[in-house]
């Protein structure tokens, strides 16, 4: 369980680990996001997690969004990269993981909606209807991106 | 020291480890590309490495790159994410790395042309001297996807 997220935070531990994470921002053809709200925190977040030894990237992201969301995704392209070492995460055990997430952008293409032991909700969520959810500010970051279609991917 | 590198090899050992490595594709303006002789093996190569602890993705591409060949540069893009578990490399203390290899784009900025303790050569090379050169096929792999400049990142 994470012990503690730090962002830009002069107190923050430094970072001793990197560990590769993937997301995604999926849209669907009416352009809302797929969203969950976490069971840990209560916050809402785009799916994701770590990356396992074995798979490859893209491989991972179809996992993790099937396992928190139910739905089966095809990936389209990258939203970015975030590596920010401002951006720290203190677990219990000393691990301070630094940020590393690959994040890409994905289109539903079957499935069923169900939320999961890290998902306790699962919604279709139109982008004005975003600032009204609790989110961390680098996932809003990334569902930010993920909507500018067509720009450049955001590399850090 | 790396001990050995499979590619797709039945006997290959399987991956329990996966670290970030970074590199680039650097292209000048007459659309040379900057290569490296690796001093460890005598292939041919893009310049890279691992990402450090504490570093941005981009800036841990930048330090690679001004390490490996003295020049400074200025990332202009993503070439692809490479990330397939057939390809592994096994260490001598038993770690068995998976690829996972970042790979940007980039343009020189500055900088003098200059070989370091990993990099016995550095030359600008011309896109058709590229099949005269020894080099490992995931190296060619990602200078052929460089050279493309206006097509979608590779996202394995």
Not at 36 to 57: F, H, M, S, Y
Request: proline share 6%; hydrophobic share 35%.
């Amino acid at each position: 369980m994470p012990k503690r997220d730090y962002y830009d935070d002069p107190a923050a531990p430094a970072p001793n680990s990197l560990v590769v994470a993937v997301a995604a921002v999926v849209l669907d053809d009416a352009g809302r996001v797929l969203l969950i709200q976490r069971t840990d925190n209560d916050l809402w977040a785009i799916p994701g997690g770590a990356q396992d030894v074995g798979e490859t990237t893209t491989a991972a992201t179809v996992r993790e969004v099937r396992e928190e969301t139910g739905l089966d995704i095809e990936i389209t392209g990258l939203v970015g990269i975030y590596s920010d070492p401002r951006h720290v995460i203190a677990y219990d055990d000393g691990e301070v993981r630094q940020e590393f997430s690959i994040c890409l952008r994905a289109r539903p293409v079957g499935g069923q909606i169900a939320p999961s032991s890290e998902s306790q909700h699962v919604y279709w969520v139109e982008p004005e209807r975003l600032d009204q959810l609790n989110m961390h500010r680098s996932v809003r970051l990334r569902i930010d991106h993920g909507l500018q279609q067509n720009s450049e991917p955001y590399l850090s």
